[in-house]
């Protein structure tokens, strides 16, 4: 009886245990584990392990294709790299919020391929400053949806979803065979992203290798057969897996879909519109607590600017009381200036009177009263003088305590109606691992694919994203001319040039794909064999 194991497998709602034998495949265990759990989409999900080094291992779509582009295994341009790491942040560190996400936050993150950086000079805080600006754009946007703009934009890329295999076709000339989920592209040895010949899979009826000769068959019955060499067995045994996956996913997606999708398509529709509205709602409390903070804002600087005008209207007031007051000094010495005036002048009068009896007195008594009358009358001019002059400051005051009377009721009224509240009506809201070589098999291996021949290619009508969506056209394009001032060509690669050259010739990913599936299949597979 063969040895049994047991197995734990934990889901989100249960822990599960089963025993199985040592020979049980993994696809074995994962059937058994759905089956028991009652799942339906089971394209949605797989097993996580943990290896014998301790790690998890589980292949995530999304880290996969960032991983593959910031290492340069999938060619993306400069322009598209920041704006796929600005949907990165997004990702992963949500909403923008400048009390938190200060200057030097994304320091630790690698966000862009080093040949990127490299080709640009710019600081790290420039490379984070121009990626910051484009996450402030995605805000509100839940990190789901941020991963799958990323991929939306990721498989644009020419190299996106294509596994490339060495190959030689009967002259020996070396090439590329890249297989992906459209079908099979030939590509020359220095150029992985512009393919030369495509063939889709609704084209191939029948796959199969003989040791390190691999055959395709085409649809076509005039055409000859597609043959190509690989360097070793085990890379036609990979290139059959792939194209019999590819291919049935092909047909797959291109058939009507059972009762049982529908269902799940149709769950799967109202509960995002459920999230949709739920998020909604929540935006909309955001953003009345945006708004409930602002107006806070608001009201505590019109708090301060009326502290600050209180401080400054008693500075005016205590100014002008201190006028006031040297005001009431100068009238009082006006008015006792006016009163030893009035002394002196009748004194001076006495002096006269005097003066006109004086043929009775001696000349040396006229004499001395005439010198005490003059000494009089220069006392009297001064004391003129000095009242005039207390008169006329005693004028300017009154000017000035007057216009500082009118400046105090200016400013009286100007207080008042800015400190009338406005009134406000505040609505409430509304509601892979390589197969060992002794498992190759020796011989002929032949897959038949099952094929359907109204199937249209889909590449007839297929756009990119950036050619189908307006704003983010102009967001790349706005990029393009804000990196393109930093740019070193010194240190372009073949790669930048391939792509620089094929944007030049108006060529994009399915663009390229059209154009190299034209004509028929013998066409194709004639000109595979002259490469």
Not at 72 to 83: G, K, M, N, Q, R
Not at 181 to 202: Q, R, V
Not at 384 to 390: D, I, L, P, R
Not at 470 to 481: P, V
């Amino acid at each position: 009886m063969p040895k049994l194991m047991n197995v734990r497998v934990t889901t989100m709602d249960a822990e599960l245990e089963f025993a199985i034998q040592q020979i049980t495949t993994g696809k074995q265990l994962f059937d058994q584990v759905v089956k028991t759990i009652g799942l339906r989409e089971v394209w949605f999900f797989g097993l996580q392990y943990t290896d014998i080094k301790g790690d998890q291992t589980w292949i995530k779509l999304y880290k996969k294709v960032k991983s593959a582009i910031l290492t340069d295994e999938i060619y993306c341009p400069s322009e598209t790299s920041v704006l796929l790491a600005s949907y990165a942040v997004q990702a992963r560190h949500g909403d923008y919020q400048k009390s938190i996400h200060t200057t030097g936050f994304l320091a630790n993150d690698r966000l862009l391929p080093q040949r990127v950086m490299d080709q640009h000079k710019m600081s790290k805080e420039e490379w984070e400053s121009s990626i910051t600006n484009w996450w402030q754009e995605h805000r509100g946007m839940p990190r789901e949806d941020a991963m799958m703009e990323y991929l939306k934009i990721a498989q644009d890329l020419e190299m996106y979803g294509v596994n490339y295999f060495e190959i030689r076709n009967k002259k020996g000339t070396e090439l590329w065979l890249g297989v992906d989920a459209l079908g099979l592209n030939i590509y020359e040895k220095d150029d992985k992203l512009t393919p030369k010949i495509g063939f889709p899979w609704s084209e191939i009826r029948n796959i199969s290798f003989n040791e390190k000769k691999f055959i395709i068959k085409p649809i076509d019955k005039k055409a000859p057969d597609f043959v190509f060499f690989a360097a070793r067995v085990k890379i036609n045994k990979r290139i059959l897996a792939l194209c019999m996956g590819n291919h049935e996913l092909y047909m797959r997606r291109r058939k009507p879909d059972t009762i049982d999708v529908q269902q799940m398509k149709a769950q799967a529709k109202e509960e995002k519109l459920a999230r949709e509205k739920q998020r909604e709602k929540l935006q909309l409390e955001i953003a009345a607590r945006e708004r409930a903070e602002k107006k806070q804002q608001e009201y505590e600087e019109r708090l301060r600017n009326m502290a600050e005008e209180m401080e400054r209207r008693q500075a005016e007031l205590n100014e002008a009381q201190e006028m006031i007051r040297r005001l009431e000094e100068q009238l009082r010495q006006l008015q006792a200036a006016k009163e030893e005036l009035e002394d002196r002048q009748k004194e001076l009068t006495a002096m006269m009177e005097k003066l006109e009896r004086s043929h009775e007195m001696e000349a040396a008594e006229r004499a001395k009263l005439e010198a005490e009358i003059r000494h009089k009358q220069e006392e009297v001019q001064r004391i003129q003088s000095e009242v005039e002059a207390k008169d006329a400051e005693a004028r300017r005051l009154q000017e000035e305590v007057e216009a500082a009377r009118l400046r105090q009721e200016e400013a009286d009224r100007q207080y008042q109606a800015s400190t009338t509240p406005h009134h406000h009506h505040v609505e409430e809201n509304e509601e892979d691992g390589d197969d060992g070589e002794d498992e190759i098999p020796h011989g002929d291996v032949t897959k038949e694919l099952v094929t359907d021949e109204s199937i249209i290619d889909p590449i007839e009508e297929r756009r990119t994203l950036a050619e189908r969506n307006e704003r983010l056209h102009d967001q790349l394009k706005a990029l393009k001319q804000d990196l393109a001032q930093s740019r070193d060509e010194t240190k372009e690669t073949v790669m930048d040039k391939i792509h620089r050259e094929n944007v030049r010739q108006g060529r994009d990913k399915y663009k390229t794909l059209r154009e190299i599936r034209k004509g028929n299949t013998k066409r194709r597979v004639d000109q595979f064999e002259n490469m």
